[in-house]
């Protein structure tokens, strides 16, 4: 639960970066006007950390596949990130991927658990904090699939569709939220 505890720490920290530059934005100098670099990075903060949270808590593959798929993935995404430019704004194919692999590592896991044929009779917060992602990222999947491909990225729809996604992040926050304070009252 460490692994997930530093997650939300650097997820809080990067969220409120960005809340932070885009409600000031009027009065921040102009490379601070845009946050999306923000996005971007938590993305791939969101990878790394569940990547070890999938290899530790819930010994979904080796520490060394685990290596071998954080260089692959961090390689391709510094060479995607530096040949398209788009650091700066919102890159979704880089959240695409995040999703993408990230649903599939929930889908592991689950098939993991049906093939254990084991009954479930005590509280798993694993099993909790797996599913909210597993629903953070199939909503998210689609918005950042679709977005690059609206016709007027200004128009009131446009802005309108980033509801989804927040509201899908508060969401998974509750089901961590719920995961620690069971856990916390199973332990004592």
């Known amino acids: 639960m460490a692994i997930i505890a ?10 409120t970066m960005a809340d932070v530059s885009w409600r000031f934005r009027p009065c921040m100098p102009d490379f601070l006007k845009n ?9 791939v903060c969101r990878i790394i950390f569940f990547s070890f949270f999938f290899q530790k808590a819930v010994e979904l593959f080796s520490i060394r596949r685990l290596r071998i798929f954080l260089s692959i993935y961090v390689i391709a995404a510094g060479i995607y990130l530096s040949v398209s ?6 890159n979704s194919p880089l959240h695409v991927c995040e999703s993408f692999i990230l ?5 592991t896991y689950l098939i993991k658990l049906i093939r254990a044929e084991q009954a479930f009779v005590a509280f798993d917060s ?5 599913s909210g ?4 990222e199939s909503v998210n999947f689609f918005v950042y699939l679709f977005y690059q491909y609206l016709p ?8 309108n569709i980033w509801y989804v996604p927040d509201v899908s992040f508060v969401i998974f926050c509750l089901f961590i ?4 304070s069971t856990r916390g009252k199973l332990e004592t």
């Open 35 to 43: 946050n999306n670099y923000l996005y971007n990075l938590n993305s």
């Open 126 to 130: 694993y099993l909790l904090i797996i």
């Open 6 to 15: 530093a997650y939300l720490l650097t997820a809080l920290l990067l969220n």
């Open 152 to 159: 007027d990225p200004e128009s009131e729809f446009a802005h």
């Open 85 to 90: 430019k788009r650091f700066l704004t919102l």
């Open 177 to 180: 939220a719920r995961a620690f």
């Open 133 to 136: 992602l597993a629903i953070y």
């Open 103 to 107: 649903l599939f590592f929930c889908i």
